[in-house]
């Protein structure tokens, strides 16, 4: 079992940026490829970006690509996603995400919302 606490959310005006940290329970977060997803209101959850074990891949969506960045330190069982360049269209939930085969874990989430 893993679990994964989210912060760093919050209001900001567009064109700012945010850090949102997921610090995650349990001695294997190595193990497990960790993603961030959101939900905007009234929509499905989307990826927004992965990063391997070792992190040496990412993976972005495309809308994110350039502003984004994910990174995880593995020996404080803690991944990042820094937001810059932020956009009203970023508003949503974000969710922390941990995989490992079968496995798939999920945060509480945390809001971020953009101001025009």
């Known amino acids: 079992q893993v679990q994964l606490d989210e912060s760093g959310g919050g209001l900001v005006q567009a064109g700012g940026s945010l850090r949102l940290s997921c610090a995650t329970s349990?001695?294997?977060?190595?193990?497990?490829?960790m993603g961030w997803f959101r939900q905007a209101p009234g929509k499905e959850r989307e990826f927004v970006a992965s990063?391997?074990?070792?992190?040496?891949?990412?993976n972005y969506r495309d809308s994110v690509k350039g502003r984004f960045a994910i990174a995880r330190d593995n020996d404080k069982n803690t991944v990042y996603l820094q937001m810059n360049s932020l956009k009203p269209e970023d508003t949503a939930v974000y969710y922390c995400?941990?995989?490992?085969?079968?496995?798939?874990?999920w945060g509480q989430g945390t809001r971020v919302t953009v101001s025009s």
């Open positions: 990063i391997t074990l070792s992190g040496s891949s990412t």
């Open positions: 995400n941990a995989r490992k085969g079968p496995d798939n874990y």
């Open positions: 349990g001695r294997t977060f190595r193990s497990y490829v």
